[in-house]
């Protein structure tokens, strides 16, 4: 069973960057596509950007591309999420996901392809 744990969540102004961090508290990542969703209250989870196993396969949202980079360091079974160029509209509470399907070949855009899921942390951007 895989526990994921997200950290760097926060305030910061519009213009501002922020680095989420997704660590595996117990088992290991380096098998698993991840991926971070964003939640506000009372809408759906969004799709914000997908990294497959190797790194080599990346996929964002339109409206972060750009502004949004992740990367992984399978050494440290970690996954990271650079946000730069931050607006109020990215305020939500950021979750990480990871799959568990050896046999899918590419990371999904769809939140319910992933089984393991961090607690979230919100991210708060003011104008």
């Known amino acids: 069973q895989v526990q994921l744990v997200e950290s760097g969540g926060g305030l910061v102004q519009a213009g501002g960057s922020l680095r989420l961090s997704c660590a595996a508290s117990?088992?290991?990542?380096?098998?698993?596509?991840m991926a971070w969703f964003r939640q506000v209250p009372g809408k759906e989870r969004v799709f914000v950007a997908a990294?497959?196993?190797?790194?080599?396969?990346?996929y964002y949202a339109d409206s972060v591309r750009g502004r949004f980079t992740i990367t992984r360091d399978n050494a440290k079974n970690t996954v990271y999420l650079q946000m730069n160029s931050l607006e109020p509209e990215d305020t939500a509470v950021y979750s990480c996901?990871?799959?568990?399907?050896?046999?899918?070949?590419?990371?999904?855009?769809?939140?319910?392809?992933?089984?393991?899921w961090g607690q979230g942390t919100q991210v708060t951007v003011s104008s």
């Open positions: 996901a990871a799959d568990r399907d050896p046999l899918i070949p590419s990371p999904s855009r769809s939140a319910s392809r992933y089984d393991y």
């Open positions: 117990r088992g290991t990542v380096t098998r698993n596509h």
């Open positions: 990294v497959s196993r190797s790194g080599g396969t990346i």
